[in-house]
């Protein structure tokens, strides 16, 4: 037997090495244990090449997000087949740390000067109690998280209308429960609301709904905000992600944060029945929080 042949490996020996090292998928879990599943190591890892992506996209990003937020995402896989997540774990690993901005003006909401998306700096909460006051009343069946607004400074003397030359733009996110049965859904259907031609979702890039044309906006999705009533809009995409903007006014002006919710909201009356509803699930509020560094999408 000559050298070269006592050195070949066999395909076995072959097999063992590609699943070795990196590749490996339990010794990259036990890596990003170790680092907290740093988002940022996670994007570069998931930007080598097209293995460590497809790994990443099958494995690591659910590992992230519940990681992160165990009670929400255990919410949120409720019912759901396979424990799947509509739209994908790396939409949602996008949409939990990720910030879209407002990068222009919409049919309903005048932003002015653009203000570009960024990776959180120091933490976003996402709230089911906050989901409900964005769901009109006939609507509350459904299980909807909400991300507490981003502030983002925009200098200006204000539009005339909804917003002051002392508020902020506040940019928040959320994600239903089993979008495709829910009662949200049922109801933009039933009342025939197209499709956006300029919007689309900014996690997953389907196309989307705008809840202010469809005139199912509640009032308490402002005060829940601390916006003005009239000085927001949000957009929910087909596969359930929520995207939108407000403007903030100042706390001393906020004279309506406290008050009780109301159910009233820009609609007529109940015409989505009860069919497509999801109930909610016992669980607390999930939390989600990251300390950034950088301003990039960084790969999500």
């Known amino acids: 037997m000559s050298a070269n042949q006592r050195l070949r490996p066999t395909p076995s020996q072959v097999s063992d090495s590609a699943e070795s090292g990196i590749l490996n998928e339990r010794i990259l879990v036990l890596v990003f244990q170790t680092i907290k599943w740093d988002i940022h190591t996670l994007c570069m890892a998931a930007s080598v090449n097209r293995k460590l992506q497809a790994v990443a996209k099958r494995l690591l990003w659910r590992e992230l997000c519940v990681y992160r937020a165990p009670r929400m995402i255990a919410a949120l896989t409720n019912g759901a087949p396979n424990n799947r997540i509509e739209g994908g774990w790396h939409t949602l690993a996008k949409l939990m740390f990720f910030c879209c901005g407002c990068v222009s003006s919409t049919r309903h909401f005048k932003a002015g000067q653009p203000s570009p998306g960024h990776v959180v700096r120091e933490f976003s909460r996402f709230s089911k109690t906050s989901g409900r006051s964005f769901l009109p009343k006939e609507c509350r069946g459904d299980m909807l998280f909400v991300s507490d607004p981003c502030e983002h400074r925009i200098a200006g003397d204000g539009d005339g209308g909804s917003r002051s030359s002392a508020d902020d733009l506040g940019v928040y996110r959320g994600v239903f429960r089993g979008f495709t049965r829910s009662r949200t859904r049922a109801c933009l259907i039933r009342r ?93 509020d999930g939390m989600v929080e990251m300390n950034g560094k950088s301003d990039q999408d960084a790969g999500l």
Do not use: I
Request: charged share 30%; net charge negative; aromatic share 6%.
């Open 192 to 284: 025939q609301v197209g499709l956006e031609e300029k919007v689309r979702c900014p996690y997953c890039g389907a196309p989307v709904w705008s809840m202010t044309s469809a005139r199912l906006v509640p009032k308490s999705a402002a005060r829940r905000l601390g916006s003005r009533d009239g000085g927001l809009e949000y957009f929910v995409c087909v596969n359930g992600h929520l995207h939108g903007a407000c403007w903030l006014v100042p706390l001393s002006d906020d004279e309506n944060g406290d008050e009780e919710e109301e159910d009233d909201h820009d609609g007529s009356k109940d015409d989505c029945g009860s069919e497509g509803g999801v109930q909610g699930v016992g669980c607390d």
